[in-house]
């Protein structure tokens, strides 16, 4: 049976804490925005098909979310595809998915729009259709229905997916996002028929509407292609759209707050496309030209953004950030902006030789995990092939460079099962990655730890590069080859290797070049039950393998070689190549020759740092003629104005000439990743890098090496926290006590996520924390004893240190203003200035009082006389045992040990549970536990031993269906007469003093948290 209800009015909220990180569900944090539907035009639901987790670091979402809700015509709420969990809590009660910010359905929007990032999510695609109440594929959804639209990089090559889609943006959204919705309930509200609207938004370019196109099978390769369109005017082949970024800048808030995303910071554009050409990387090439974003407008951004999100790291994201052309001064001018701010700046998919050398060790300050580059191949005819214009020599400069500014890790990333790859390419992955780590080991002197972790994964052929007509390795071959990197890798101790479950590439390739008969393939695996297929524990081979063997589909058909002069599935999207031009890049893949990086001076591999060089270069940057149609003399030009405007006048680098170049020392690297490599699987509709890095192909669903620290995972807990600025030496700043609530969807997020938000809300409101010193310094926190998920309270504490020193009216203004920066729930009611010699919480807390909520038909009418003589019995017991289980290992508690008092409770206690959201014909229980140095007890054992039900395993306990709010949390006066001691407030200060010498309640939050 359910609990009472969570948050009011919403349909989840009787089992939200039943499932897997609830918060996901619940909205309500900082900077969503919930508007009137009857305000506007059109509403929107921005659909992502993967978990929330993932889906908040996407920028391409942030970017439409806050489009949409800063136009007066329209809204945009949130959705993320449930959880598998969550989805059997759905089916069950027969309950739609519905979005974050007004938890409508998905069928009642005008527009429901999905991010395309990745072909694995398909299958979530449909689950969030189905839940969401909107026919699965286009041909069934009425007059009515919503218009399923979708975007971002796979948009590209869409027929697997095309029948469940109504129309697909291609290119960037920023301006068809809005023009789609208005246009359609526009044409809606004037009573035009569905399919009149749909041709409609055909015609206003970069919109492909699959339903108005025929198919024909290929004769040359057995797929089937489309063939022409089916009614006039309506494009053939679609062009895409491209804007003006600096018409868009990017967003400087976007929610924040809830559970935490895997990139967990405010991650800013500076750039969209990329000059590099690698021929396995699609975004290089769908996204051409490269975009640079004025970096005034970055400066103004980054600072408005980490005042409106509190969060303390900054990202820099491009798919080459060291090829943005004014990136040395932008993080030079970044970096003394948020130094001031201690804000650690992250600066994604960075090249060394992008960087003057001072850079480097701004990052060694910052950041203090290892650094991640990319070589992609391990000999150099292989990097000849797939065009990465990187040397071995760089690549171990880099190395060097690296180990000896004392970070102790590097990872690289490689494919296997590039074209023309022989056993002495692969071998060489592993030897590259010995042979850096033999540069290393030099580099960073005797007796320091070098580690190189290998991460190989398998290359997918992706449309619309130079490889889009190469083979993919067959599962056996891709397994030989992991074999043989396993071998290879045996004596080189410093060498860590990392393959990838390749099945699931597979899987990827197939429909990366699949066509539309591949829909009824997914929609029959998908009702056998394939979801999440991205994530390695979750993909299921068979119910696959059942659908293509159902349909007689010849998966090799997908993925052998495709003939260069056939016509391919995805060829009526036109991305703006050239005709001609992924061909020849193909040729000369086969022929193991380079293409340098175009919009560069021949030879060069960076930018000028400056305007001084930057005016005396005249010669011509490179070009092949792609198609895109570069204004070669507008990118000089523009690359000179952002110098300008950057203050960077004069020459700081040497003169990066050709010659210059190709000396180590500036050159040395290749696409550096300061362990921010993952980020490309997030990355947005509209940028979509995803698809060309190799987290795509096997790390997707991983967080990635910096993501936040997990207490049950010690590597990634390691390898997280980034460096900020040098901590004061002891503990400056000034000791303040707060009290807060939590309550609704806050009662539904993790200790630790609260823990995250704290600071990030003061920094909000301008009263910035003081760090511990040491390593890794921290905020300076204590908080009282964490919750159960699901458990409300109305009195939590933290000790903290703020910068300032602040007087009582100071303060109480503090107060009240950081509850209105705080999400939704979470409420701060007061704060008090301690002493030096004031005690800790951890010496103070010695009690909890809990309010349990039972409604009363749950128990019967005479509820309160039944509670009465559950309480009496309780009392009276010599022990109350129960098995608690952490982790599978279980042990006994005797409750009774803690149990100081429990009655009915009266209007009080009852007028608190309405405080704390809970209302109805409720019946309470007020119980007062113990909290002790040596543990304490659960609100939800102390329900069980009073009013459950023995079941399940030797000594375990049901708690009956019940609400649990913390009324107070207490200090005990030193024991004088009373068996327990007289219960004081934590603010009461004087009181506290004088706990100080007392011997017994001496409580460890460590012990605590996990026991309320
Ligand atoms: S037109 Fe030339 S400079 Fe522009 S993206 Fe294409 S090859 Fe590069």
Redesign the pocket.
């Known amino acids: 049976m359910d609990s009472l209800p969570l948050l009011a009015d919403h349909p989840y909220a009787s089992f939200l804490d039943q499932v897997e990180k609830p918060a996901r569900y619940a909205g309500g944090e900082v900077g969503s925005v919930v508007k009137d539907w009857a305000s506007v035009e059109a509403r929107v639901c921005l659909a992502f098909p993967d978990v929330y987790d993932i889906g908040m670091s996407h920028l391409g979402f942030k970017i439409l979310y806050k489009l949409l809700n800063d136009d007066p015509r329209t809204l945009a709420e949130r959705c993320y595809a449930p959880w598998v969990d969550m989805e059997a809590q759905l089916v069950k009660r027969g309950l739609p998915l519905v979005s974050l910010e007004s938890a409508r359905p998905l069928r009642d929007f005008d527009v429901v729009g999905f991010s395309l990032q990745f072909e694995l999510t398909y299958s979530n695609i449909l689950t969030m259709l189905h839940l969401g109440g909107v026919p699965l594929r286009a041909e069934d959804r009425g007059e009515d229905d919503p218009i399923v639209i979708a975007g971002g990089p796979t948009a590209t090559h869409p027929e697997p997916i095309a029948p469940f889609l109504d129309a697909l943006v291609i290119g960037d959204g920023e301006e068809k996002a809005t023009e789609v919705a208005l246009t359609w309930t526009r044409l809606k509200r004037e009573g035009v028929p569905r399919r009149e609207r749909l041709i409609a938004i055909a015609r206003l370019g970069a919109v492909y509407v699959p339903s108005l196109y025929a198919t024909r099978l290929d004769t040359d390769t057995g797929l089937e292609v489309v063939d022409r369109p089916l009614v006039d005017g309506i494009p053939f082949p679609i062009d895409r759209a491209l804007v003006d970024l600096n018409q868009y800048p990017f967003p400087d808030e976007s929610p924040t707050g809830g559970p935490e995303a895997i990139f967990d910071r405010m991650s800013i554009e500076i750039a969209r ?1 990329c ?1 590099e ?1 690698c021929r396995f990387c699609q975004a290089g090439m769908i996204y ?3 975009r640079e974003r004025d970096p005034e407008q970055i400066v103004d951004t980054v600072m408005r953004a980490v005042q409106k999100s509190g969060q303390d790291e900054v990202s820099l994201t491009a798919l080459s950030t060291a090829d943005v052309s004014c990136i040395s001064p932008l993080v030079k001018k970044v970096t003394d902006r948020l130094t001031k701010e201690r804000i650690s700046l992250g600066v994604s998919s960075l090249r060394a030789y992008g960087l003057e050398p001072d850079l480097l060790d701004e990052l060694k300050r910052v950041r203090a995990t290892g650094l991640t580059f990319a070589p992609e191949a391990g000999t150099q005819r292989m990097r000849d092939v797939v065009n990465k214009n990187v040397t071995e020599e760089q690549l171990l400069e880099t190395a060097e460079r690296v180990f000896s500014r004392g970070w102790g890790k590097m990872k690289l990333y490689f494919m296997i099962g590039l074209p023309t790859e022989t056993d002495e390419d692969v071998r060489g992955i592993v030897e590259t990655g010995a042979r850096a780590a033999g540069a290393g080991r030099r580099a960073a002197g005797k007796g320091k730890p070098v580690d190189v972790t290998v991460s190989v994964s398998t290359h997918v052929p992706k449309p619309h590069t130079p490889f889009q007509w190469a083979a993919m390795d067959t599962l056996a071959e891709v397994g030989r080859k992991q074999q043989l990197l396993k071998d290879t890798v045996r004596p080189y101790r410093a060498v860590t290797l990392k393959t990838h479950e390749a099945h699931a590439s597979v899987l990827e390739g197939i429909f990366a070049r699949g066509d539309r008969p591949l829909a009824d393939v997914l929609e029959r695996a998908w009702r056998s039950g394939a979801r999440f297929d991205s994530w390695d524990d979750q993909l299921k081979l068979s119910v696959w393998e059942e659908a293509f063997a159902h349909f007689g589909v010849d998966r090799a058909r997908y993925l052998g070689t495709l003939p260069v002069t056939a016509r391919l599935p995805w060829d009526h999207i036109d991305v703006g ?1 050239e005709e001609g ?1 992924l061909a020849k890049e193909y040729r000369k893949a086969l022929q193991s020759r380079l293409s340098p ?3 560069k001076v021949a030879g060069t591999f960076v930018h000028h740092t400056n305007l001084e060089d930057a005016r005396a270069d005249t010669r011509r ?10 204004d ?1 003399t507008q ?1 000089r030009e523009e690359r000179m104005t952002f110098l300008d405007r950057l203050g960077a006048h004069k020459r700081s680098l040497p003169v990066l000439t050709g010659e210059a170049a190709s000396q180590p020392a500036l050159t040395g690297e290749a696409a550096s990743q300061p362990a921010l490599t993952g980020e490309a699987a997030s990355q947005p509709a509209l940028t979509g890098e995803a698809a060309s890095q190799p987290a795509l192909t096997g790390e997707a669903a991983s967080p990635p090496a910096d993501a936040a620290p997990s207490p049950e995972d010690p590597a990634r807990a390691e390898a997280a926290p980034p460096r900020r600025a040098p901590a004061p030496k002891g503990r400056g700043g000034f000791r303040y006590r707060f009290r807060f609530e939590k309550t609704g969807p806050m009662a539904l997020l993790g200790h630790l996520d609260v823990v995250r938000e704290l600071p990030r809300v003061l920094r909000r409101v301008g009263a910035p924390m003081t760090y511990t010193a040491g390593f890794h310094p921290k905020p300076d926190m204590t908080f009282s004893p964490a919750l159960s998920l699901g458990v409300i309270s109305l009195d939590e504490y933290v000790d903290l240190r703020l910068e300032r020193d602040l007087d009582p009216a100071a303060l109480e203004a503090l107060v009240a203003s950081m509850s209105a920066a705080s999400p939704r729930g979470l409420a701060f009611r007061g704060a008090v200035k301690l002493g030096p010699e004031d005690p800790a919480l951890s010496k103070l807390i010695a009690g909890a009082r809990y309010a349990l909520a039972f409604a009363r038909s749950s128990i019967g009418a005479d509820a309160e006389a039944v509670l009465a003589a559950r309480c009496s019995a309780a009392l009276s017991a010599a022990s109350l045992p129960i098995r608690r289980e952490i982790e599978r290992i279980a042990k006994m508690v005797d409750v009774r040990q803690y149990l100081v008092r429990a009655e009915v409770g009266g209007p009080d206690v009852l007028s608190a549970l309405a405080r704390a959201g809970l209302v109805g014909d409720l019946v309470a229980l007020e119980v007062e536990v113990d909290i002790r140095g040596s543990g304490a007890v659960k609100s939800s054992e102390v329900a069980a031993v009073i009013a459950g039900e023995p079941g399940g395993a030797p000594g375990a306990i049901a708690p009956p269906p019940h609400r649990a709010v913390r009324l107070q949390l207490f200090g005990r006066a030193a024991p004088s007469g009373s068996a327990a001691g007289e219960r004081f407030s934590l603010f009461d200060l004087e009181r506290a003093r004088r706990v100080k010498s007392a011997p017994e309640p001496a409580p460890s939050l460590a012990l605590a948290a996990d026991a309320e």
Do not use: I, S
Request: proline content about 9%; overall charge neutral; glycine content about 18%.
């Open positions: 496309g000059t050409g051409r030209p490269v190549l031009f990086p175009c919009g940057l490179v070009c092949y003629d792609c198609g895109v149609a570069c070669m990118m």
